[in-house]
């Protein structure tokens, strides 16, 4: 039985737009954040969904009022940085403040010579391909609370405050997997059941490391960092989850990448 959610629909709006070639549009030249989500946030109102955001520094983008969901959006250019994105200010997950959360990676070009609305003069985007997937196929830790902290006495004369600001980096699902490239699909835990507009296009699998970072230090006199590591408790642990497509789209299948990022476990450090 289907998980009650509104994933389902909002990715087949999605992929109904690619296909009639709705374009994304920039806000202006500078802009390099708020043109993806814009075109998302039309598929939610094509939705009738009630929703609140979008602004900078919120997270996630778009909340819904109906479903304790809400959506997170990664616009990549593309041929460009598609291997991994920085998170500002907040770890990637499956779950923030009560709400599930979903992440939505839509790749565009970045050569972008011969596309502008002939009205508005506004450069336009298609898009190349579409990843949406459970905050949980990135990290499915949710007991990490991000908060930035400082330190005083820093300089010569010790009035100099450090802020630690922690800035995330994590692997897009175009690193993690293999035939999502040029493609739309969508990732879900596998108990989120299926649909009847959807096919099976992959089972994939993500299992725990083996250590865990629980702290990191920074000596400010060699300019080194150094992670501080645990064992897992939960090391092999798999979690599961199911690739799928409109059965209108193709069946290309899914799999994990065969050459996942493995973590240096050189600097394993006891807990003290």
């Known amino acids: ?129 579409l990843v949406v997937c459970h905050g949980d196929f990135l990290n499915a830790d949710y007991n990490y609370i991000h908060k930035n902290k400082s330190v005083k006495g820093f300089g010569t004369y010790g009035d100099i405050m450090i802020r630690d600001r922690k800035m995330y980096v994590a692997p897009t699902p175009f690193a993690l997997t293999e035939g999502t490239m040029g493609l739309m699909t969508l990732i879900l835990p596998e108990y989120f059941g299926t649909d009847d507009r959807y096919q099976v296009v992959g089972n994939l699998t993500r299992v725990e490391a083996e250590t865990l970072v629980v702290g990191y230090n920074f000596d400010l006199r060699t300019n080194e960092l150094r992670a501080k590591r645990v064992l897992n408790p939960k090391a092999g642990t798999q979690h599961r989850f199911i690739a799928y497509r409109l059965k209108g789209q193709a069946s290309k299948p899914v799999l994990m990448a065969a050459n996942p990022v493995q973590a240096d476990e050189s600097n394993l450090m006891s807990e003290e």
């Open 1 to 129: 039985m289907t998980k009650r959610t509104s994933v389902f629909d909002v990715f087949e709006k999605c992929v109904q737009a690619v296909q009639l070639g709705e374009l994304i549009e920039s806000v202006s030249a500078k802009d390099k954040e708020f043109h993806f989500q814009n075109w998302f946030q039309k598929r939610l109102q094509s939705l009738s969904m009630h929703f609140e955001g979008s602004g900078r520094n919120t997270y996630p983008d778009f909340c819904l009022v109906e479903h304790t969901e809400g959506y997170e959006i990664k616009g990549l250019a593309w041929p460009g940085r598609e291997r991994d994105y920085d998170s500002n200010s907040q770890v990637p997950t499956g779950y923030h403040n009560g709400r599930q959360i979903f992440y939505v990676f839509g790749r565009y070009p970045a050569d972008l010579s011969g596309y502008a609305d002939q009205d508005s003069g506004r450069k336009q985007y298609p898009v190349v391909d």
